[in-house]
């Protein structure tokens, strides 16, 4: 997850991209989808979104885009990038971290292929252009939420990936509403995040947020142990939580942090046909390269349910302390 770039080196202000002129060749542009590809109501149709967005926009023949479905094994990620490089794509863009260490070794292998890759920092080759989310702002939003709608002023953080600032960030957010705010988090070592869970609930909290994207077992886990003496409100993440849509998370969903994934696959694909990257720098030390979306760039977002809404006032504080820089993050 991204986080908030320390340095610039040619950042790109692509205020007025065209398309592609009929005398110039058009770099053919290829896109990765995971597992489950287009309709799995997650982060596949998200950036399907942003696709079809760019196609209509740059007028792209269906020949010089591509489109392909892994099976989620490594060694699918692995054949179908290289068949990619081997069939002289210019920009090949995967979606999902789950790409990271596929994208990571055949960008090596192919130092002059341009890759990209959504949702995740972890890659440092150059020729990889890592489309980002900053954690740490919409940990600080998801704090705000739940501070807000705490009734004990006992809040927690259950992260998938992430560390410290994650946990920082959201403590700050849940104090600028509540400074007596009390926070327990976790980041589960473990394959299922149960226990975790567990453990947070035994400790009175009564708002959580996830970002457990792996299994719905929060949610069920949750479901199960909310009763009439404790019940615990949830903050969720989109598009990668396509379960948040189930009717045991609509019980206790208050609030969701969204992630641009649709911009962020229009902006990789719009510097592909202009043989153009993103260059800022990411990363703790700084070492991946490409571009950081946020709340002032409008790649991250936060949505209020009915459940949640008593939050709005928080929630728009919160967004107003990032835009106007009275927060700040450091990687």
């Avoid at 392909?68 to 210019?90: I, P, Q």
């Avoid at 954690?135 to 990936?161: D, R």
């Avoid at 045991?248 to 992630?259: C, D, E, H, Q, W």
């Avoid at 641009?260 to 046909?273: E, K, Q, V």
């Amino acid at each position: 997850m991204a986080k908030k770039p320390v340095l610039v080196l040619a950042t790109l202000l692509l205020t007025s991209l065209l398309a592609p002129t009929s005398h110039a060749a058009t770099p053919k542009i290829a896109i990765l989808y995971d597992l489950g590809g287009r309709g799995d109501g997650a982060i596949n149709d998200a950036a399907g979104a942003g696709v079809d967005a760019a196609k209509k926009k740059f007028a792209i023949n269906p020949l010089d885009i591509r489109e392909m479905v892994s099976d989620g094994s490594e060694k699918d990620r692995l054949r179908r990038l290289r068949f990619l490089v081997t069939a002289n794509y210019a920009m090949i863009i995967a979606i999902g971290h789950g790409y990271s260490k596929s994208v990571n070794t055949v960008s090596l292998e192919n130092p002059t292929t341009q890759f990209a890759i959504i949702d995740d920092t972890s890659i440092t080759n150059l020729n990889v252009e890592s489309m980002a989310f900053d954690s740490q702002q919409s940990a600080f939003l998801a704090g705000a939420i739940a501070a807000s709608v705490s009734k004990k002023g006992a809040i927690g953080i259950l992260l998938e990936s992430g560390g410290e600032a994650e946990i920082k960030a959201f403590i700050k957010g849940g104090k600028l509403v509540n400074p007596r705010i009390n926070v327990a988090s976790s980041i589960p070592t473990n394959p299922t995040p149960n226990s975790e869970v567990d453990r947070l609930f035994s400790m009175g909290i009564d708002a959580l947020y996830s970002t457990w994207t792996s299994s719905n077992d929060v949610v069920l886990d949750l479901d199960n142990l909310n009763n009439k003496k404790q019940s615990v409100k949830l903050i969720g993440v989109l598009p990668e939580q396509f379960f948040l849509k189930s009717p045991a998370a609509k019980k206790m969903l208050v609030g969701t942090i969204n992630k641009s994934f649709n911009s962020a696959i229009y902006d990789a694909i719009a510097t592909g046909l202009q043989n153009q990257t993103y260059s800022e720098v990411f990363g703790d030390p700084a070492t991946a390269f490409g571009r950081n979306y946020d709340v002032k760039n409008k790649g991250i977002s936060a949505t209020l349910t009915a459940l949640g809404a008593k939050a709005a006032p928080a929630l728009a504080k919160a967004k107003s302390a990032l835009l106007t820089g009275k927060v700040k993050f450091l990687p």
